[in-house]
């Protein structure tokens, strides 16, 4: 590990819908002072007893341990938009698990970030008029070539997701959408296929996480040179498409 990341190289559960590793919260340690669960961070373990004074001050609003909310998500979704031709075809290209129609796949991959909106909404049960319909997991490029054929063969609105850490709604279903829409998460496309040092370029494909990307780089002794703070989860193709 960088002496100055500040990221965990250790790989982790990820809360579904909300940002972080599930062993990292912030936990009341007494009424006043907060505790940072886990070992992965340099503030884990510690207890914290001017943090909550300090967002009172900046908010101008009481915090109180009475005053949590229960977080929970309502799995009660709309119906899905189904394509049959688009689906067949996709289904001809990929292996059964690259493909996910379930709930909670259906609802992660409709969001982003965006803690006032999306997460809040998410994290509160609340309801959602339009979502993805289904997902689909790329490995390779033949793979990405199947899925954009049968998307403009069909007429079926194709998503790119990355790490959904975005906090601009970029991820959000436009909720009068008719058509099918597929979002194809590119997590499975992580390799480094080349790497030139002579010239400082590299082929990298899209879907690597960039904490992975960093972590790899390094055995080599290089870096990408780009350190958002979302480092941990978000993707190399999200950083690009948001001008990150
Ligand atoms: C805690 C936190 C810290 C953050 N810190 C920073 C920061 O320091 N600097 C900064 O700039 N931003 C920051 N962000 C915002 C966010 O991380 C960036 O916008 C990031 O670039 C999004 O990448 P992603 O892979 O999560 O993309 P996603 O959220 O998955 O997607 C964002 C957009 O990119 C598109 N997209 C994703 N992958 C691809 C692809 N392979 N090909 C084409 N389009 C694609 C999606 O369709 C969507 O429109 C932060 C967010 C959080 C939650």
């Given at each position: 590990?960088?002496?100055?990341?500040?990221?965990d190289?250790?790989?982790?559960?990820?809360?579904?819908?909300?940002?972080?590793?599930?062993d990292t919260r912030f936990e009341?340690d007494?009424?006043?002072a907060v505790r940072v669960t886990g070992d992965r961070y340099k503030i884990s373990g510690f207890r914290m007893p001017?943090l909550?004074?300090?967002?009172?001050?900046?908010?101008?609003?009481?915090?109180?341990?009475?005053?949590?909310?229960?977080?929970?998500?309502?799995?009660?979704?709309?119906?899905?938009?189904?394509?049959?031709?688009?689906?067949?075809?996709?289904?001809?290209?990929?292996?059964?698990?690259?493909?996910?129609?379930?709930?909670?796949?259906?609802?992660?991959?409709?969001?982003?970030?965006?803690?006032?909106?999306?997460?809040?909404?998410?994290?509160?049960?609340?309801?959602?008029?339009?979502?993805?319909?289904?997902?689909?997991?790329?490995?390779?490029?033949?793979?990405?070539?199947?899925?954009?054929?049968?998307?403009?063969?069909?007429?079926?609105?194709?998503?790119?997701?990355?790490?959904?850490?975005?906090?601009?709604?970029?991820?959000?279903?436009?909720?009068?959408?008719?058509?099918?829409?597929?979002?194809?998460?590119?997590?499975?496309?992580?390799?480094?296929?080349?790497?030139?040092?002579?010239?400082?370029?590299?082929?990298?494909?899209?879907?690597?996480?960039?904490?992975?990307?960093?972590?790899?780089?390094?055995?080599?002794?290089?870096?990408?040179?780009?350190?958002?703070?979302?480092?941990?989860?978000?993707?190399?193709?999200?950083?690009?498409?948001?001008?990150?």
């Amino acid at each position: 590990m960088k002496s100055d990341a500040f990221y965990d190289p250790r790989d982790g559960e990820r809360y579904v819908h909300k940002w972080g590793y599930a062993d990292t919260r912030f936990e009341f340690d007494g009424p006043r002072a907060v505790r940072v669960t886990g070992d992965r961070y340099k503030i884990s373990g510690f207890r914290m007893p001017y943090l909550i004074p300090f967002v009172e001050e900046i908010i101008k609003l009481p915090i109180s341990q009475d005053d949590l909310i229960e977080e929970w998500v309502s799995y009660d979704l709309p119906d899905q938009v189904s394509n049959e031709p688009f689906v067949a075809d996709v289904r001809a290209a990929l292996k059964a698990e690259q493909i996910a129609s379930d709930a909670e796949n259906r609802l992660a991959h409709s969001h982003g970030q965006l803690s006032v909106d999306e997460i809040f909404r998410v994290l509160t049960g609340g309801s959602f008029t339009r979502l993805i319909d289904v997902v689909v997991f790329p490995e390779s490029e033949d793979d990405v070539r199947a899925i954009v054929k049968a998307g403009v063969d069909h007429d079926v609105c194709l998503i790119p997701f990355g790490g959904g850490t975005n906090v601009s709604g970029a991820l959000a279903v436009p909720e009068d959408e008719a058509r099918m829409i597929c979002s194809v998460d590119m997590r499975r496309m992580n390799r480094i296929l080349w790497v030139d040092k002579e010239n400082n370029l590299a082929c990298i494909e899209s879907g690597i996480q960039g904490k992975e990307l960093e972590l790899r780089l390094e055995e080599q002794g290089l870096t990408s040179g780009h350190d958002p703070d979302s480092i941990e989860f978000s993707t190399l193709g999200g950083w690009i498409s948001t001008n990150a």
